[in-house]
């Protein structure tokens, strides 16, 4: 399996070189030269193989032999090793639960896959430098990619956050870790963030001092691994209701990476049913797909903060999978958008009438599949705990916070505070390595 750039202006590259590198040097996306295609009969075996072994079949062919097989399969146990269970919240909405991993939120399986690959690498050659993995957070990727890389030998991970714009929790998350992680508490949005981090990729000094690497879902070993908890939810579906029945499928988007990922994996072959993007007021992707205008917007701040980006990374993967063809894209994807306002009211409704806790992003996707109008799943990709303020205040009631977590509160915050500017930051690093 190669990899090549949506660029078009690099060479292809292999699993390997395209997980340590994160981005193409045409600073395109990376995409698989072909996406591997299940038979029937594989597709059958899936419905009962256990979450491990499934694992390992899914990402075998995208992996294309550069970790043996041995350490893949233990790489894939140890990445799904968390429940990912499918809850009905009305007769015809449920709610696959993504947040039952160590962070409590669907990036932990992205980022443990990730982590351990670049260990498996980075132990494997003779590299004269570490990597250093550098990552942009507006919560949620911070903390998974902190415990997803903690202790892992030959990696330094460096998380830039927006200062003040993330949960007292995920701020915890991202803060308290030590050893290879270092928190950058950035005066600035997540989308400052982000240019800082796609600017040091493009800095010819930086890149020479450090083999820098992305762990945003534009990296494919963080992206791709996102395509499991469709087949694991699918396995459910089936047990369920049967193959005759499609599963639509509605996902709380951002980044477009995991939407991105479920659509990978119905064009490998497993039959998904229709893709549904909820979006918050951050919607370029929703006007799109109604005005066929692809309108970029500086990002703005709401309650489903891990949503709130102007102009999305992966887009260009899904316009890849459909051929670049507009209408191919209109028949499997829809999106719908919504406020703050309909965001919080609906986690007050959904409790009442389904007692049922939503999380800020699992209640826009919950309008969304309530706009869609046909029996839908919606994947609720953050634990409500996460977003207290406005989860407690729709509810009226406070929520418990989860043992895995109860650690967190006993622990000190230590980041170090940055301007938001490139140069700023640039010379932080700089000065690092010669330290
Ligand atoms: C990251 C995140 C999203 C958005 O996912 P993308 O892959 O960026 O579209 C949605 N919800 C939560 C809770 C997240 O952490």
Redesign the pocket.
Same mark, same amino acid.
């Given at each position: 399996m190669q990899y090549y750039s949506l660029g078009k202006q690099s060479p292809n590259v292999d699993f390997k070189t395209a997980a340590i590198t994160g981005q193409a040097p045409d600073k395109g996306l990376y995409f698989p030269t072909q996406i591997p295609k299940f038979t029937a009969e594989q597709i059958e075996k899936f419905k009962t193989l256990d979450k491990a072994s499934l694992a390992f079949e899914v990402m075998k062919p995208y992996v294309g032999g550069m970790i043996d097989d041995a350490t893949l399969q233990q790489i894939c146990a140890e990445t799904i090793n968390f429940d990912f269970p499918l809850v009905p919240i009305t007769d015809t909405i449920s709610s696959l639960e993504l947040f039952h991993g160590p962070t409590l939120?669907?990036?932990d399986v992205g980022a443990r896959f990730m982590s351990r690959c670049l260990g498996y690498f980075s132990k494997h050659t003779r590299a004269e430098k570490p990597s250093t993995v550098l990552v942009a957070t507006s919560?949620?990727?911070g903390g998974a990619v902190a415990n997803g890389f903690l202790g892992v030998a030959g990696v330094e991970v460096i998380i830039l956050y927006p200062k003040g714009k993330v949960s007292p929790i995920q701020e915890l998350q991202l803060t308290t870790c030590g050893q290879n992680i270092t928190a950058l508490e950035v005066e600035g949005s997540f989308d400052d963030c982000q240019a800082i981090v796609k600017d040091a990729f493009m800095d010819a000094e930086l890149n020479a001092a450090y083999n820098l690497t992305s762990a945003n879902?534009i990296n494919v070993a963080r992206w791709l691994p996102q395509q499991l908890y469709y087949f694991f939810a699918w396995q459910q579906w089936v047990a369920k209701y049967g193959d005759k029945v499609p599963m639509h499928i509605v996902v709380?988007?951002?980044?477009?990476?995991?939407?991105c990922a479920g659509m990978m994996a119905k064009a490998s072959g497993l039959p998904l049913g229709h893709f549904v993007a909820a979006c918050n007021d951050n919607n370029v992707v929703t006007r799109y797909l109604d005005s066929g205008n692809y309108e970029v917007r500086k990002a703005v701040a709401t309650v489903s903060n !891990?949503?709130d980006?102007g102009n999305p990374s992966n887009f260009v993967r899904i316009m890849e999978i459909m051929q670049n063809n507009f209408e191919a894209l209109k028949s499997g994807l829809s999106s719908y958008s919504y406020d703050d306002v309909a965001t919080a009211s609906t986690i007050h409704r959904v409790y009442k009438t389904n007692n049922y806790i939503l999380?800020p992003?699992g209640a826009v996707a919950f309008l969304a599949a309530e706009a869609f109008n046909q029996p839908a799943i919606i994947l609720e990709? !953050?634990h409500p705990v996460k977003f207290p303020e406005v989860v407690e205040e729709a509810i009226g009631e406070t929520i418990a916070i989860p043992d895995s977590v109860q650690f967190l509160l006993d622990k000190e915050k230590v980041a170090i505070p940055m301007d938001a500017k490139f140069g700023v930051f640039k010379s932080w690093m700089l000065n690092k390595v010669t330290a």
């Open positions: 939120a669907f990036k919560g949620d990727t879902s709380p988007s951002g980044n477009f990476g995991n939407i !891990a949503m980006v999380d992003h990709t !953050a």
